[in-house]
């Protein structure tokens, strides 16, 4: 896959897409995210591919959307072209997992792309940051409803309002990270990370993926009924019963995804 703003490998089953505006720190404009959906909507239907992770550089993830490309936008244009929405609607169709690696800034748009992802690992100089207040306009693609979910009202509103930075510290003690790592060790840890996730059933995890997303779509009561739902629906699958058996003969699973 050939694009100008972002570098696409693929390694056991793991495909690492790197944003690479190394000028702009990452910011994403239009060329950046159309390709980002692009490749991620390819990615998911690469039958070599079972798990994902998403990466900047070392100094940002990245630093938000792209001033220079919106400030001399009008509420028409923005509305008009409905602006990043469907690069964003395209990334929430992806059914397999992604992993948002992410060391530096993770600013505005920046740190609203590692929520659209599945879970964050962070490199412990990673900073996030939702200073829109500063350019006197409000997060854009989710921030103000995703962080609030991940860390809480009186965190998000502190975020949002204030516009200052979190260090990767407080992202794990708040939630909004799965785990810090050293910052040289954050691909090695997302790549063993995804590569764990590329083992299980595809199957499996695309029902795992989906479930926990329902979590944010609806009450406890109907989620859980889903969780069941999908549960027992497991046990109509050659999965299930080989995941049980290699458990109770001692050996690994071999799982067929099916
Ligand atoms: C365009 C950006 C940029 C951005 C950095 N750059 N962030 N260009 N859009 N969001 C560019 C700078 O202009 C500069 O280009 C180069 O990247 C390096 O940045 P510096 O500012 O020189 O680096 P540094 O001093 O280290 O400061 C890093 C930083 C700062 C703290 C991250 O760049 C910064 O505050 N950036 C803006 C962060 C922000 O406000 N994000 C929210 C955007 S609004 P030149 O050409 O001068 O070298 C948003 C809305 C989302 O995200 C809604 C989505 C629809």
Known sequence: MAYQTLIVEIEDYV????LNRPDALNALNSQLLGELADALSALDANETVRC???????????????????????FVDMFGEDFFTPETEAMLRVRKPIIAAVSGYALGGGCEL???????IAADTA?????EINLGVVAGIGGTQRLTRFV????????????RFMDAAEAERSGLVSRVVPAAKLIPEAMAAARKIAEKSAL????????????????LREGLLYERRVFHALFA???????????LEKRQPQFRDR
Do not use: W
């Open 127 to 131: 900073k996030f940051g939702q200073p």
């Open 204 to 219: 499996t995890v695309k029902v795992v993926k989906e479930a926990v997303n329902r979590s944010y779509e609806t009450t």
């Open 152 to 163: 809480g009202k009186s965190k998000s509103m502190d975020m949002h309002l204030t516009g």
């Open 15 to 18: 495909a690492l897409i790197r």
């Open 52 to 74: 994902i992770v998403l990466t900047g550089s070392e100094k940002a993830f990245a630093a938000g959307a792209d001033i220079k490309e919106m400030s001399e936008k009008s």
């Open 237 to 247: 699958t050659e999965d299930q019963k080989e995941g049980m058996s290699a458990f």
């Open 114 to 120: 590692a929520m659209i992802c599945d879970f964050i």
